[in-house]
């Protein structure tokens, strides 16, 4: 405890031990996923928005991939649509092999601070349920709270519950102490994708 505290003066008095990590990492996804996206294209890649599949067909060179839009032949099809790759799945291909169910996570986001509330990534040892409840500084100098980890029915419930928000509070007394939440500027809420096998599907 004496050595964490040296890097992390906010832990909480309940923390006794701590598992140094220097390889993680902060990242913002939503750079990163834009910028993956243009080097893809700069290699050559067709980026096509707004094209909702309608329908596929396996034909003698692959698939046929219908669109509102329009008709692309293609000899490979990844279904990569998150809490929803079950319902394309079944809707297009009329099997229903597989099952995705919602699993939902909610935040609370701090301000900017004139010096860090912590230094570090902190989180407590993983459950079978994921990392739990963790406390991230941002490369924007936020700092996100959270997040919970249960699933729900409706795969579009994206909103923040009471429950769910008193659950990050409880979890973060664990780990930190004195959470400055006279900062709080937004809470927010996401459904991340939990199948049934446990595992990418990855076969014809």
Known sequence: REEIIKKEPQLSDQVISGLWLPSTGILYPWEIAIALMENAISNGVDLKLDEEVIKI???DQGYRVKTKNQTIDTKIVINCSGVYADDLYATLIQRKDFSITAR???YFVLDHMKKPYVNHVLYPVPS???KGVLVVPT???NILLGPT???VDDKYAINNTQKGLDFVRGQLSKIVKDV???KLIRTFAGNRPSGNT???IIEE
């Open 57 to 59: 067909e396996k034909i």
């Open 104 to 106: 939902k996570g909610e």
């Open 128 to 130: 079978k349920i994921g």
């Open 139 to 141: 490369i924007h100098d």
């Open 149 to 151: 980890s249960y699933e």
């Open 180 to 182: 400055p939440m006279d």
């Open 198 to 200: 446990k595992d990418f």
